[in-house]
């Protein structure tokens, strides 16, 4: 069993070695065209090659992208470019990569389920599932990038806390890390980039008021703390902790040793009906060299960072940060807050338009379509927002879409029941194939493009999609 393992990391390893060797032959005075993933992995993998080839001194260009689409490919192909990288996106669009940049030097660095295509010798492709490695997983589009980084020049070593957030930002810690990943936070802590502490499973230890993290606790849900902040703060109180730090709200790093003791076992203590009431600390991740109670140190705020910079369309001030460049982080911090404004204005719009006919909600699916009244970047938080409240009984589908200032509207699709076993991205290809546009994502959140003018058309479908598959789910 080991035996087998071990030869699909090496095979896996041997393939990015060829593609650094496939990549030095590159001319040094070809300028290379990055384009990367619009998330907070994307922003870490390019962050990492531009680290990369800077130490290599060779120039480069960047672009930042949601969704790689035939239109956006043939955009790129006019321009004078011969060697492109794409980092955290490219696998699933090889059929269109391969026709469209047909004369170029292709290298693809990624994790996501490869398209099934025949691909020529102009393209370089590493990806983990073709040794069986699981991508989504074990190892991230940032994990890939830093391991090409890390065997073009050793020296990237000291990006791989960086490599780290992007998995982290991706979802793939789960109670600690895989393989290819641990390996990566092992390089990580080698370098003094990065500490692994025990923790409370809970969001913005570093940066919220320690009341708010429990109002807003709910994996670990508190029974009768979560969602009140009476009952949080109460709660502090009761257990000998003052939710107050002189003037000031005090936050989780506040709290003496014996103060956090007090608080877990608070906890435990109100989860004793839950099925495993001590379910609440995890690995955090803290990236030693931030500075105490800023966003940037605790590496799961700073993933959430670089989402938000991409959503808003300021992905170079997470590339930045990534970078290291301290005005650029302070930057990046202040649109941080500016999303999360924009988060509450998109909720507010939904929660005062229920009745307008912008929002359809049936048994099984809500519809909205949201039209200009918010922006297409905030349509994907929205859905997934709604698809992880409590209010559903029954499997519930929740499509948004937002207009784009091309003529295009952005979809995105969600889903109430993660446990429902249902390809969202199938689902999306399947409605997307009946009507118009074209469709991108993953088993459990995809999303679409598709002209304005067939919007109408696209729900009619997707209603009937939706119900078609709801019957065939629940007997
Ligand atoms: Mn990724």
Not at 108 to 116: A, C, K, R, S
């Amino acid at each position: 069993m080991t035996v087998v393992k071990l030869k699909r990391y090496d095979s896996f390893k041997h393939s990015i070695k060829e593609a650094v060797e496939k990549f030095k032959e590159v001319s040094r005075d070809e300028k290379i065209r990055i384009i990367s993933h619009l998330d907070a992995d994307g922003i870490t993998a390019c962050s990492i090659l531009i680290h990369a080839l800077n130490l290599e001194n060779r120039r480069y260009s960047v672009s930042i992208t949601q969704q790689l689409n035939s239109g956006f490919l043939s955009e790129i192909s006019k321009e004078d470019y011969n060697c492109f990288f794409f980092t955290d996106i490219g696998s699933g669009k090889l059929e269109d990569i391969k026709n469209i940049l047909h004369d170029k030097k292709i290298f693809i660095l990624d994790h996501h389920e490869p398209e099934d295509a025949d691909i020529k010798s102009n393209i370089v492709h590493v990806n983990p599932h073709f040794f069986n490695i699981d991508g989504t997983s074990e190892i991230s589009g940032a994990g890939v990038v830093y391991l090409f980084a890390k065997q073009l020049n050793p020296k990237n070593q000291d990006m791989a806390h960086i490599a780290v957030i992007g998995a982290i930002g991706d979802m793939q810690a789960n109670n600690g890390f895989s393989k290819l990943n641990q390996d990566i936070v092992n390089d990580a802590i080698n370098q003094k980039k990065l500490k692994v502490i025990k923790g409370l499973k809970v969001f913005g230890a570093q940066t919220k008021p320690l009341y708010k993290l429990l109002q807003y606790c709910n994996d670990p849900c508190i029974p009768g703390v979560t969602g009140s902040e009476s009952n949080a703060i109460q709660f502090l109180q009761q257990l000998g902790i003052n939710p107050k730090y002189g003037n000031e709200w005090k936050k989780l790093v506040h709290l003496t040793d014996e103060e956090r003791k007090k608080l877990a076992s608070g906890i435990i203590m109100k989860r004793l009906n839950e099925k495993n009431p001590e379910d609440i600390f995890c690995d955090v991740y803290i990236l030693c060299n931030e500075e105490k109670e800023c966003a940037l140190r605790d590496a799961k705020e700073f993933s959430t960072l670089l989402n938000a910079c991409g959503r808003l369309g300021k992905a170079s001030l997470g590339i930045g940060a990534c970078l290291n460049d301290e005005k650029i982080k302070k930057k990046a911090i202040s649109t941080m807050q500016k999303y999360k404004r924009e988060i509450v204005k998109t909720m507010k719009w939904y929660e005062q338009n229920q009745d307008s006919e912008d929002i359809i909600r049936e048994e099984g699916v809500i519809i909205i379509n949201a039209k200009d009244n918010i922006r297409p970047t905030m349509i994907g938080t929205l859905a997934s927002i709604i698809s992880l409240s409590n209010e559903f009984q029954t499997t519930t589908f929740i499509l948004s879409m937002a207009r784009l200032l091309n003529g295009k509207t952005k979809v995105s699709l969600r889903i109430s029941d993660k446990e429902a076993n249902i390809n969202l991205m199938n689902l999306i290809s399947q409605i997307v194939s009946k009507s118009d546009g074209e469709a991108g994502g993953h088993l459990g959140a995809a999303g679409a493009v598709i002209p304005t003018e067939s919007e109408e058309e696209f729900i009619d479908i997707a209603r009937k999609t939706f119900d078609e598959t709801i019957k065939k789910v629940t007997p």
